[in-house]
């Protein structure tokens, strides 16, 4: 009797499971906004203010939510990377690969308020509540740049080796860098300001976005053909995923429990259901080619994808077809 209840709890439960994964929504390209030519990198909803931040190499363009207005030149820099709003949306700070600096900007007129040099090729950027600080990851220089964004000044620079690219955030002191050179995922005490472990990845090479689910405890690395998700309790794997070539980010929904992977080569865009035990693809959405990063806006749901139209010569290398560049929303 024992016996066949737990078979029976069990497979009550695998059902529940597989019901809760496949009631995942399903995500549609709504719209196409457009955008002026050039390239672009991460983007970020800044939601105080109700707009997506994309860095646009030269400057930062903005695109206010909900009417889809475009306001372009905005924190004017060289090489710029990620614009992470801060001061609950007044101030937006930008990484500035070119300058090797990261600059404090008014977020509505786009003004630059200060210049703080970091480490030496500064590319994504994320703030701890934990510590109030934002984990500058210096892409060239294999460092943690830390900036205090009260104080517009760094605070202190954690060495960890190769060539980064993006981290997460446990909002308990950790944090966890991918270690683009090495494929692995190197685990910072910040408080102590240093390295406490490497994790591999074993079925993901060349890691590049980088996602957090507080509520499995999940870190999720988006590698070129294939994510990991690792248990960050002690670093195992807890599933091998095969999502698309030219991944450049990912980012985890938790109101829906659903994490979202784009894939520049292939056009592609992975949706990752958490909910209900072992992570699984639930849906594989045609974005288009050169749709790489993205952007999460919790109340809607909705995402945002800069990309372009590109040409291929036969002789290797792309280029951008001019006036195709737009943001396409993805809505569930």
């Given amino acids: 009797m024992h ?14 499971a597989g019901a809760a994964q496949a009631a995942a929504p399903a995500y549609h390209v709504v719209a196409k906004v457009p955008g002026a030519d050039g390239g672009w990198d991460y983007a970020r909803v800044d939601e105080a ?7 646009r190499g030269s400057s930062v363009m903005a695109l206010d939510l909900p009417a ?13 990377h990620i614009a992470l709003p801060i001061e609950g949306g007044a101030e937006m700070l ?30 994504s950027a994320t703030f701890d509540p934990h510590s109030g600080l934002v984990l500058v990851v210096d892409h060239a220089g294999g460092a943690l740049s830390l900036v205090d964004p009260k104080a517009r000044k760094v605070v202190g620079t954690i060495p960890v080796g190769g060539v980064l690219e993006e981290a997460s955030v446990d909002g308990h002191g950790r944090a966890f860098v991918n270690v683009v050179s090495e494929s692995k995922v190197a685990v910072v005490d910040i408080a ?8 591999d990845l074993p079925g993901c090479s060349h890691p590049t976005g980088s996602a957090f689910d507080a509520r499995d405890g999940d870190l999720i690395a988006a590698c070129q053909g294939a994510t990991d998700v690792l248990s960050v309790a002690d670093g195992k794997l807890v599933a091998t995923l095969k999502t698309g070539q030219g991944a450049d980010g990912a980012i985890y929904d938790p109101q829906r429990r659903l994490a979202f992977v784009p894939a520049a080569r292939d056009g592609i865009l992975s949706v990752i259901a958490f909910s209900g035990g072992q992570p699984k693809i639930v849906q594989t959405l045609t974005t288009q080619k050169g749709a790489r990063t993205i952007a999460l806006d919790e109340a809607s749901g909705r995402l945002y994808l800069p990309t372009a139209q590109y040409v291929l010569p036969p002789g290797g290398g792309y280029k951008v077809v001019p006036g195709t560049f737009q943001v396409l929303v993805v809505a569930p």
């Fill in 3 to 16: 016996g066949i209840l737990t078979t029976a709890l069990i497979g009550l439960a695998i059902g529940c």
């Fill in 49 to 55: 203010q109700h707009r997506v931040l994309i860095t």
């Fill in 68 to 80: 889809d207005k475009v306001v372009a030149g905005l924190a004017p820099g060289r090489a710029e």
């Fill in 94 to 123: 930008v990484t500035d690969g070119g300058a090797n600096a990261v600059l404090f900007a008014d977020a509505r007129t786009g003004r630059v308020q200060a210049s703080v040099p970091v480490g030496k090729g500064p590319d």
């Fill in 192 to 199: 102590a300001r240093k390295i406490v472990a490497r994790w």
